[in-house]
């Protein structure tokens, strides 16, 4: 969970996770092509499964979501999320308390 530890900062650059890595960042971008995948990719799954735990916090808003995930606004938290999951992060919520696991 290297991105993890970054978002807060904001969005972490291909060439900060490399080199934690111990890579270049096309060394980086060739293993994850490799995999299927692309940095963006990881990235988004990263964002997304870290949302849907912090949205299960009810002492958590929204907005605080949005900014621990490195996001400046509301809104483009928002859409990321309907990208993803096909719902706002408050439908989430209110699903999630309507049908617990």
Known sequence: MIAFER?????PSIDQIARVLNCSART????LQ??????RE??????????????EDPSLQIIDVAMLLG??????????????????PQDFRQQRRLAPE
Do not use: C, M
């Open 7 to 11: 978002l807060r900062d904001g969005e």
């Open 28 to 31: 980086l971008q060739r293993r």
């Open 34 to 39: 490799v995999a299927g995948t692309s940095y």
């Open 42 to 55: 990881e990235l988004n799954l990263v964002r997304y499964k870290l949302a849907r735990s912090y949205l």
């Open 71 to 88: 996001y400046s606004e509301h809104s483009v938290f928002t859409r990321a999320f309907r990208e993803w999951s096909g719902k706002t």
